[in-house]
C-alpha cells in the first residue's frame, strides 16, 4: 500500500463521494438506470485506455503531433492510479454495477488466466490484476519514452 496514502486519504474519499452523486445525477436526469450508465462508462474507459495505448504503440511522435499528450495523459492515469489506491473509473463503475468484486472491464483479459489456474479469491484476483495492469502501464511509458528521446536525439523532434 502507498504510504502516504493515510494523508491524502480523507480527500480521495471525498473525490469518490463526489463521482458518485455525479453518476447518481446523471442517472436521475438522463433517465437510465445504473447498470446502463456503468456500460456506457465501461465502454469509455476500455476506450478511452485502449485508444492511448494504440497512439503510443502504433504511431510515432513525428507523425503524430499529439503523442506527448498521450504519453503525458497514460502518465498521469498511471500516477493517479497510484496515489487514489485503484482506477476511479473502476470504483465508479462497481458503484453503478453494484458489485463489489468488480475489477474493471481490461479484466476480462484475464479471466480466462484465472479460470484455468481455479483462481476464485477475490483478493488474489485483485492484486494479480493490479500488478498486471501497473506492469502494462510502467511498459508502455517506457516504451514511449524511448520512442521519444531516440525520436529527439535524431534531431527529429523538438
Known amino acids: 500500500m502507498n504510504p502516504l496514502y493515510p494523508y491524502y ?19 436521475y436526469k438522463t433517465g437510465l ?12 474507459h476500455t476506450w478511452i485506455i485502449g485508444y492511448s495505448y494504440y497512439e503510443l ?3 510515432s511522435p513525428i507523425e503524430n503531433k499529439n ?6 495523459f497514460t502518465f498521469w492515469v498511471a500516477f493517479s492510479n497510484f496515489v487514489l489506491n485503484g482506477c476511479v473509473l473502476v470504483k465508479v463503475e462497481r458503484y453503478l454495477f ?4 468488480y475489477l474493471g472491464p481490461h479484466n476480462m483479459l484475464l479471466q480466462p488466466a484465472f479460470y484455468y489456474l481455479n ?18 502501464f510502467l511498459i508502455t511509458l517506457l ?10 536525439n535524431q534531431g527529429l523532434i523538438l
Open 9 to 27: 486519504k480523507p480527500f480521495s474519499y471525498l473525490l469518490m463521494k463526489s463521482l458518485y452523486y455525479l453518476a447518481d445525477l446523471i442517472c
Open 33 to 44: 438506470s445504473k447498470s446502463q450508465l456503468g456500460k456506457i462508462v465501461a465502454i469509455f
Open 57 to 59: 504503440y502504433f504511431s
Open 67 to 72: 503523442y506527448i499528450f498521450y504519453y503525458n
Open 98 to 101: 453494484e458489485n463489489k468484486e
Open 119 to 136: 483462481i476464485n479469491n477475490y483478493n488474489t484476483k485483485k492484486t494479480i490484476q493490479t500488478n498486471f495492469m501497473m506492469f502494462g
Open 143 to 152: 516504451y514511449s519514452k524511448l520512442r521519444i528521446l531516440y525520436y529527439e
